[in-house]
């Protein structure tokens, strides 16, 4: 499948990388092609310019979100949450119109410091917002609430551990589900939660991974929903 990932941060490579590795053929979307190629440092939190990543990874295609966005016939955002609904104005509406939207972004806010705070939360979502902005759009929230490498190495946390989805379109979740299972997750450990408003309790959670983080000390652990 021809798929689009918008975001050149950890989560965008991880998933790139992950799918190219699977046989789709997958265009990395950017702001800046020529900006972010000429990055050289790493960033504050050690991760290597995406230059360095991309000679890794020379099969995924460098785009403007635009370009990107007119590439992939399913669509990942993986941009910052503060700046997705841009980032996805940029990939252009008529792009994503019709296409199953995969919403992996948490809407978290770092102007107070941390730990970072959600700029939505309660009564609405980032995804929600994303769905109402674009209405032509299958969005489906997933795998936001794991780091990056478990979203795709799920056997490297051991046992049974859950992922969600939420959206409205069923075609759209089977279609993701289709892509989770690829990535490893087994159908018991796949949970559709039901509409895009379930994605209020899946972006709600990331105060607790924060802690957890703090507690662990790693990135690596997952949710299991144990039941009666
Ligand atoms: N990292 C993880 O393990 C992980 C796990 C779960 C969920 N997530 C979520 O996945 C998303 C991506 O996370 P990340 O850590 O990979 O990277 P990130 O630093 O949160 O996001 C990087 C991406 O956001 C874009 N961006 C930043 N500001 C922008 C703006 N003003 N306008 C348009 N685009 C903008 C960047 O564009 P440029 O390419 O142009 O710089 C880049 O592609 C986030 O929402 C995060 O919460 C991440």
Redesign the pocket.
Known sequence: MKIAV???????RTLAGSFTGRGHDVAIG???VDA?LAISETDRIGNAPFSQWQGDNSDVRLMTFADAGAHGELVVN????G??L??LE?ARADNLTGKVLVD???A?DFSQGMPPTLSVANTDSLAEQIQRAFPEAKVVKT??T???SV?VNPAGVPGDHDVFVAGEDADAKETVKGLLRELGWKDGNIVDLGGIRSARGMEMYLPLWLSLMAVYGQ?SYNIKVVRA
């Open positions: 918008l975001g050149t941060g950890v989560a965008g950017t702001r800046d972010t993986a941009t910052a949450g700046a997705s841009a980032a940029a992996v972004a948490n978290l795998l936001n794991m780091n990056a979203m990135p």
